[in-house]
C-alpha cells in the first residue's frame, strides 16, 4: 500500500514538473515577445521625435538631432546584435539607417553623399558610437562592388555585427547563409 502511495506521489510530483515547465517555457516566450514588442514601440516612437528635428533647417536643431540618432541607431544595433527583435524589423530598420549613416570605406572616407551622412562623418559623430562606426564599414564590398545594392549593404551591415560580437556566446542568426545574401522586397 505505501508503495503504491509513493508511485502515485512520484507520479502527481512528475506531472506537476512538467506542467511548470511548460508554463515556464510558455512564460518566457510570452515576455520575450512583449520585450521584443516594447523594443519596437520605444524605437519607433524615438526616430519619429528625431525625424523633424534632422529636416529642421537650424543648424542647432539639426546637429542634435543627428547626434540623438546616432544613439538610437547605435541602441537598435545592439537589439539586432543580441536577437531582440525579428528579422524583418532588423532588416527594414538597417534599410533606413543605410540611406542616413555614412558608408565608410576608410577611417576619413565614406561614399554615400547624403547631406545627414556628411554632416555625420565631418563631424566624426559616429566614431564616438564604435559600434555603429565598425558595423557600417563597407571597404571590401564598395571593393568588390562598386554599386552595391541595398540587400548587399544589409547583409554587410550583418556580417560586420557578428564580426565585432564582444558579448560571448553571441546569440546571432543573423547571417544564415554568409555566400548568398538576403533579398529585401524593394
Sequence with gaps: MTETI?????????????AALVFAAYTFKVNKSQLNFA????????FQKIMPGIKSDDAAVKQRAIKQYIDLCNEELFYFKNGFLPQEVVDEWLDGMIYYLPHYVSEQSFRNK????????KENLSQEYPRVFSAFQ???LY??????????LIFNVKKNLTKTAAIPNLPLPLIEDATNPPQLKE
Design 143 to 152: 571593393r568588390e562592388h562598386p554599386k552595391p545594392t541595398r540587400p548587399q
Design 138 to 140: 563597407f571597404t571590401d
Design 6 to 18: 509513493a508511485l502515485i506521489i512520484g507520479g502527481i510530483s512528475s506531472f506537476v514538473s512538467a
Design 39 to 46: 523594443v519596437i514601440v520605444n524605437c519607433t516612437e524615438r
Design 114 to 121: 547624403h547631406e545627414i551622412s556628411e554632416l555625420i562623418a
